[in-house]
């Protein structure tokens, strides 16, 4: 096996090599330290690269394996942390001049679990500063492995690009409104927003408290299901066929004719699977995106307060404008948007009961130059497939579908009932295994 086709491996079996004897998490961590070195450069994926401690981790694993102390899938596997996360003594910027120099005390409770599962952290991934959407000059765009010209996608665009590119087996995201699908979707890898609070964001820095979720990307579904598994210290590997399953396809008349087109022949796909497929209105869904905006920015607001008031200036200018919009937004409009909330979560609940799952395009277009400003109109179009389920709290998965005429990932999206995480990522896992038959 060669170098390359080593780093694109599944974790399935890179652990079957580790346990075989065939391969040791030193030299695999080597390889993916070199991949970011030759890459990085051109896809600006990482913020901090801890290789010293990454060695050291990979180390421990190899002799851990050798003396029959096995952690389970994630041991010795490399993985990336979205640099809003905490890490002892490891710098954590939150992609902001206002954190530059910030280095926590003590772990997120998430990378807690993750070192308790024998994973091997390569570093931090770049991201939107603060995640609000807008890449801050100072650590500047991730750039699509696909097509280094364009975005690998904001918020979690660090850890999408630098799973697709071979960087690493699979990172850590969050998602406030799409931050994990968005990227997942113009990277061509999994990514899945898991149900509210599956996922502890204890020592994640917060965009909008009451929206944010923290959730794998990877490869496939199954990777993704391992990385969830280590995440919470529970097991969502669940196998799926489709054949009799029903879908509910909703807003399908939203995407630009090229992710269209990608999206109807993953539905043929299922289809021929043996899964019936239907259309469903979602009641008020239309005013999803507004209900966000008016949840979100007063949050973040409150949240930056003190910095926005003693150095303003060090914001991304795009990203103050976003926050100064949260503070002037009436109270009266935040808290129509959480009754709303409730209302489409009901509306969604009652849909779930006619089919097994939801699906829509991830992203309404393939991976544009630049990220736009989420409160822009461009913005607006990016996030509108996504956005109603962080507003919801239900489990939202992309999965990579296939390309568009240009040749860039197409992401669908299925959504599940509550706390069915591992049946969204079985149900991906099943589509991904059609679509490469």
Known sequence: MSDTSLLFSSIAEIGALYRSGQLSPLELTRQCLARVEQLNPTLNAFITVTAEPALAEAAQAERELRAGHDRGPLHGIPIALKDLIDTAGVLTTCASRILKDHIPAQDALLVTRLRQAGAVSLGKTNLAEFAMGIAHPDYKQVNNPWDPSRTAGASSGGSAAAVAAGMCFAAVGTDTGGSIRIPASYCGVAGLKPTSGLVSAEGVFPLSWSLDHVGPLARSSADAAWLLGGLTGRVFQTPASLKGRRFGVIQRGAAEPEVAAVFEA??????????????????????????????????????????????????????????????????????????????????????????????????????????????GEEGGQEGHFSVPHNLTGLPALSVNVGLSSGGLPVGLQLITRPYSDAFCLSLGSALEAELTV
Not at 284 to 289: H, N, P, S, V
Not at 323 to 338: C, D, K, M, N, S
């Open 266 to 375: 993953a539905c043929r796909t299922l289809e021929d699977a043996g899964a019936k497929l239907e259309e469903i209105e979602i009641p008020e869904l239309e005013l999803a995106d507004a209900a966000l905006f008016n949840v979100l920015l007063p949050e973040a607001a409150t949240i930056h307060a003190r910095w926005m008031a003693t150095q303003p200036e060090d914001y991304a200018p795009m990203t103050r404008t976003q926050l100064e919009l949260g503070f002037a937004l009436p109270g009266v409009l935040y808290l129509r948007a959480q009754q709303f909330r409730r209302r489409l979560t009901g509306h969604f609940l009652a849909a779930l009961k006619r089919v097994d799952a939801l699906i829509s395009p991830s992203v309404p277009f393939v991976a544009p130059a630049e990220d736009p400003m989420f409160t």
